[in-house]
C-alpha cells in the first residue's frame, strides 16, 4: 500500500519560512514521483512541486516559483519541501501525493494538473499571519 504522510505545517508571520516532510513508504521510491499540492479554503487544489525519484530532477509550478525548493532523503523515506517569504496567501492546507512514472515529463504534468495524482496523503496546515 502506497502510504504517504505530510507534517511540519504550523503558524508562521510573514516573511518566515517552513519546512514541510512528507513520509512514505509501500513502494520502491526510484519508480515513483512524489508531489506537493496545495489547497486554500474556497480554492482549488494547485501543484507546487514534484521530485522523480529515478532521476532526482525537481520541476516548480508558478503557485510558489522562486519561494520553494524540493529535495528528498531516501534514507529516511522522506521529501521536503522547504518554503521561503511566506506570504498570508499561501495559508493553505498542504498535501503531499505519490504516482508511479519512471518519464522525466511526468511531474510538468501532475504539477500543472494535467495528469491527476494517484496517492495522496494526509495534509498539513499552514497558517501565515500578517
Known amino acids: 500500500d502506497v502510504q504517504l504522510q505530510a507534517s511540519g505545517g504550523g503558524l508562521v508571520q510573514t516573511g518566515g519560512s517552513l519546512r514541510l516532510s512528507c513520509t512514505y513508504s509501500?513502494?520502491?521510491?526510484?519508480?515513483?514521483?512524489i508531489v506537493w499540492f496545495r489547497q486554500a479554503p474556497g480554492k482549488e487544489r494547485e501543484g507546487i512541486s514534484c521530485i522523480s525519484g529515478r532521476h532526482g530532477t525537481s520541476y516548480y509550478g508558478d503557485s510558489m516559483k522562486g519561494r520553494t525548493t524540493i529535495s528528498s532523503d531516501n534514507a529516511k523515506s522522506t521529501v521536503y519541501l522547504q518554503m521561503n517569504g511566506l506570504k498570508p496567501e499561501d495559508t493553505a492546507i498542504y498535501y503531499c501525493g505519490a504516482s508511479m512514472s519512471i518519464s522525466k515529463e511526468t511531474c510538468r504534468f501532475l504539477v500543472s494538473g494535467t495528469t491527476q495524482v494517484r496517492s495522496w496523503g494526509q495534509g498539513t496546515l499552514v497558517t501565515v499571519s500578517s
Open positions: 509501500g513502494f520502491p521510491w526510484d519508480e515513483y514521483v
